[in-house]
């Protein structure tokens, strides 16, 4: 099962992200956590190219950011009327590298950065890729 994102760039007709079933499980146990989630791949140093999993607004984005999609975890799929969505943002800067590429967050067994809310779960988010067509 993967979960599609909603497509965000005006005049685009794809979506560039998604979900693996693992990740949507373990947002599911984090949005009882911590509340709404977004995400932001940013590429920087600290957390290499590791997509970091805020509580939503926790993580200020600005111009120099974009939304890439949307993503519904909600149990029900689109339009339920308790909707789950998570925003997925990545910097301007890094998109121009991997605007080429669909993004698919999974799960791995692992400690990921400090500053994501998985990281207590023992586990961490990660991007696979693979070239648009």
């Known amino acids: 099962m993967t979960v599609e994102a909603s497509v965000t760039i005006p005049g685009e007709t794809f979506s560039r992200v998604a979900?693996?079933?693992s990740a949507v499980e373990l947002l599911d146990k984090l949005w009882l956590v911590h509340g709404p989630l977004m995400?932001?791949?940013s590429g920087g140093c600290c957390d290499g190219s590791s997509p970091m999993?805020?509580?939503?607004?926790?993580?200020i984005t600005a111009e120099a950011d974009i939304l890439l999609g949307v993503l519904d975890?909600?149990?029900?799929?689109?339009?339920d009327d308790g909707a789950r969505l998570i925003e997925f943002w990545m910097s301007r800067e890094q998109f121009e590298y991997?605007?080429?590429t669909h993004l698919t967050i999974?799960?791995?067994p692992g400690r990921g950065?400090?500053?994501s809310v998985e990281?207590?779960?023992?586990k961490r988010f990660l991007i696979r890729s693979r070239l648009m067509e």
């Open 19 to 21: 979900l693996t079933g």
């Open 119 to 122: 990281a207590p779960e023992g």
């Open 73 to 79: 975890i909600s149990a029900d799929g689109p339009g």
């Open 39 to 41: 995400f932001h791949q």
């Open 106 to 108: 999974d799960v791995v």
């Open 98 to 100: 991997w605007r080429h």
């Open 113 to 115: 950065s400090g500053f």
């Open 53 to 59: 999993c805020y509580p939503a607004g926790e993580f």
